[in-house]
T-cell receptor, first 110, second 116 residues
Framework: AQSVTQPDIHITVSEGASLELRCNYSYGATPYLFWYVQSPGQGLQLLLKYFSGDTLVQGIKGFEAEFKRSQSSFNLRKPSVHWSDAAEYFCASDQGNLIFGKGTKLSVKP | EAGVAQSPRYKIIEKRQSVAFWCNPISGHATLYWYQQILGQGPKLLIQFQNNGVVDDSQLPKDRFSAERLKGVDSTLKIQPAKLEDSAVYLC??????????????FGPGTRLTVL
């Protein structure tokens, strides 16, 4: 069965520092991959998605993600984190229905 | 454009009681989803509707959970009777087309259920 793994439960970074959130998927074929962000009391908002083509995907709010087939990874990056980026981030894979990872909570230090 | 609306936002009940959640998707969206998000986990799909028909309810605990989408617009999710392990946030989402893998899903704010 397909699965999505986010190895880091909680990450703390300083404001202005770079960020990388890890995501690994397990599926034979190339999946559709997504990153969502969930702020407290809010629904999930789509940051970016990958279907095919260019393996570096640009999203909203300055986020990007890189698909690496050889590593079955789809890591999310941001070069400079803002305090408003503090939230929970979910990686998801769609092969018929959306399968989410357990999420990574991001805290931002001033 | 108005987003996905859900009510109530919070609900506290005792075990064995019944509860119902309501979702109003984005206008014109054909596909509607209900997810269960237990604390510390990602959302898990419970049921997917296309218009007013069920596409996937394989993970819906049908002995206690039911859902309907009358007229292909609003939807309700019911739990009867509730158990302690049903404590979770229930998220509703909608997508504009017929639920293909590439579709973006738009999520509501969720209903936080606490079962005591």
């Amino acid at each position: 069965a397909q699965s999505v793994t986010q190895p880091d439960i909680h990450i703390t970074v300083s404001e202005g520092a770079s960020l990388e959130l890890r995501c690994n998927y397990s599926y034979g074929a190339t999946p559709y991959l997504f990153w969502y962000v969930q702020s407290p009391g809010q629904g999930l908002q789509l940051l970016l998605k990958y279907f095919s083509g260019d393996t570096l995907v640009q999203g909203i709010k300055g986020f990007e993600a890189e698909f690496k087939r050889s590593q079955s990874s789809f890591n999310l990056r941001k070069p400079s984190v803002h305090w408003s980026d503090a939230a929970e981030y979910f990686c998801a894979s769609d092969q018929g229905n959306l399968i989410f990872g357990k999420g990574t909570k991001l805290s931002v230090k001033p | 454009e108005a987003g996905v609306a859900q009510s109530p936002r919070y609900k506290i009940i005792e075990k064995r009681q019944s509860v119902a959640f309501w979702c109003n998707p984005i206008s014109g969206h054909a596909t509607l989803y209900w997810y269960q998000q237990i604390l510390g986990q990602g959302p898990k799909l419970l049921i997917q509707f296309q218009n007013n028909g069920v596409v996937d309810d394989s993970q819906l605990p049908k002995d206690r959970f039911s859902a309907e989408r009358l007229k292909g617009v609003d939807s309700t999710l019911k739990i009867q009777p509730a158990k302690l392990e049903d404590s979770a946030v229930y998220l509703c989402a909608s997508s504009p087309t017929l639920g293909g893998s590439s579709d973006e899903q738009f999520f509501g704010p969720g209903t936080r259920l606490t079962v005591l």
